[in-house]
């Protein structure tokens, strides 16, 4: 399975764009980069996924490179609500169902 | 929106009884997972379900531990006997084949 490696932790400023990376070097060609974050006493909710193209939807952007060794994971105006644990998955494939392996996670702070 | 329920929300109880936490999927999705949270090892898969049926429980403690899926509608989690060490917050999740995982909010155990 292929493993992922984020910052411990970020800040940015209200209003700002936070780009919050994550290292996949072991990934295989058809594992997909999840992000998913965790708000407090919340579980966790889904943001955005890619498999090798840049991704966007209404919440963020996925940026992942040309070698699929890393990504990034855009919040183009982070706003307080968006103060939580972003956590990068790479998605294990089995039996036609997938299984989420959580790391430890960037948690985000953002700053009024 | 759709959404993962999950009960009780918070369990207190006495080491040695049984616990049942109970999810209700969101309608239509075919696969359930079980995830365990707690400050040391962060979240866990336990076990999940498709169709009902269950695909891998590798991550469950097996002498203590039983998930079942009695209907589409409900996912149970049974630990007897309950230990202190079982204590953590347990998160039920459900997602439509290889689509994106839904998390309910939790129920936050708590064995004395």
């Known amino acids: 399975d292929a493993k992922t490696t984020q910052p411990p932790s970020m800040d940015c400023a209200e209003g700002r764009a936070a780009n919050l990376p994550c290292n996949h070097s072991t990934i295989s060609g058809n594992e997909y980069v999840y992000w998913y974050r965790q708000i407090h006493s919340q579980g966790p909710q889904y943001i955005i996924h890619g498999l090798k193209n840049n991704e966007t939807n209404e919440m963020a952007s996925l940026i992942i490179t040309e070698d699929r060794k890393s990504s990034t994971l855009i919040l183009p105006h982070a706003t307080l609500r968006d103060t939580a644990v972003y956590y990068c998955?790479?998605?294990?494939?089995?039996?036609?169902?997938?299984?989420?392996?959580f790391g430890s996670g960037t948690r985000l702070l953002v700053r009024p | 929106d759709a959404r993962v329920t999950q009960t009780p929300r918070h369990k207190v109880t006495e080491m040695g009884q049984e616990v049942t936490m109970r999810c209700q999927p969101i309608?239509?999705?075919?696969?359930v997972f079980w995830y365990r949270q707690t400050m040391m090892q962060g979240l866990e898969l336990l076990a999940y379900f498709r169709n009902r049926a269950p695909l891998d429980d590798s991550g469950m403690p097996k002498d203590r531990f039983s998930a079942e899926m009695p209907d589409a509608t409900l996912a149970t989690l049974k630990i007897q006997p309950s230990e202190p060490r079982d204590s953590a917050v347990y998160f039920c999740?459900?997602?439509?084949?290889?689509?994106?995982?839904?998390f309910g909010d939790g129920t936050r155990l708590s064995i004395l």
């Open positions: 999740a459900s997602a439509q084949g290889g689509r994106p995982q839904h």
């Open positions: 309608l239509g999705h075919n696969t």
């Open positions: 998955i790479v998605r294990v494939w089995g039996d036609s169902s997938y299984k989420l392996i």
